[in-house]
């Protein structure tokens, strides 16, 4: 069991933008591969929790809350981030609805729904933070090649989640992954931070991935042929297995082992 990868973000078919995954069919596939527990982080909102739970209970899987949470610096909200919060205790599934409840009635933009940087320091004590990957500011940064800036970044996140940041680490077939991951292995090994391998699930099978991307065009408003449309999501981000996973980060292992041990620390039961 200890061996066994936990998928840590998951977009379900409430995440309208694109998540395509429906609740229970993610649990099962869960309890099939033998998974112990399962997240999922929808954007900026928490509408399958009582579906999940009841789901994940008959079931006999672990739900883990959480939220992919977008957000903006309280200076300069030109650019938007992604910061994944996970549900450790009551104290942090309290924070998480404050957060949320607070981005619908203070942080409603002609842009969408976001929090502010200086919310999340306040409402932190409970929750896990990943980085958010290549979306997250220090994933930006990195891309960009901004190393000062991503140390500064990771240095603010470790003071605000203290052992409960980790950098997310994502291998889903996009131009700069890999440089992505090697300057995020490297950042972390300079400030003793954890890594977690998270594949950012929104679809069941890989041969869902069309469908998933007539969803994302709704929701743009664009259609598929589009050449202006830029294409954020590939096939890999499907339900995969442990082993597809483990072979995926056979190079990095304390990244799946980390997803396990976040799985372990995070327990809480919905009333």
């Known amino acids: ?31 099939e591969q033998q998974m112990p527990a399962i997240a999922i982080t929808d954007r900026n909102n928490l509408y399958a929790l009582v579906k999940f739970q009841k789901a994940a209970f008959s079931n006999g899987i672990k739900p883990i809350y959480g939220a992919d949470i977008e957000w903006v610096d309280d200076e300069d909200a030109s ?42 320091v306040d409402a932190s ?11 997250g500011d220090i994933g930006v940064a990195l891309n960009n090649g901004n190393i000062e800036q991503a140390q500064r970044s990771l240095e603010y996140w470790l003071k605000v989640f203290p052992n409960r940041f980790y950098l997310d680490l994502q291998r889903l077939g996009r131009k700069g992954d890999e440089e992505y991951v090697a300057a995020a292995v490297e950042l972390a090994s300079q400030y003793a931070a954890p890594v977690v391998a998270t594949n950012s699930c929104c679809f069941l099978e890989r041969s869902d991935y069309e469908a998933h991307e007539v969803r994302v065009c ?16 590939t096939e890999e981000q499907y339900l995969k297995s442990t082993e597809e996973m483990a072979e995926l980060f ?15 620390r995070c327990s809480v039961e919905v009333e």
């Open 1 to 31: 069991m200890s061996d066994n990868f936990i998928h840590l973000r998951t977009h379900s078919e409430f995440s309208l933008a694109d998540g395509l995954l429906r609740v229970k069919s993610s649990v099962s596939r869960a309890h």
């Open 79 to 120: 650019n938007i981030f992604t910061l994944t919060l996970l549900v450790q205790n009551q104290t942090g599934y309290k924070n998480l609805l404050r957060l949320i409840s607070r981005a619908y009635t203070q942080g409603q933009t002609t842009r969408g729904v976001y929090l502010t940087k200086n919310w999340l």
């Open 125 to 135: 004590e409970g929750l896990i933070a990943l980085s958010g990957a290549r979306e």
């Open 218 to 233: 709704i929701n743009e408003g664009r259609v598929l042929d589009d050449p202006r449309r830029e294409r954020k999501h």
């Open 250 to 264: 056979c190079d990095i292992p304390e990244a799946l082992s980390n997803a396990y041990s976040i799985a372990q």
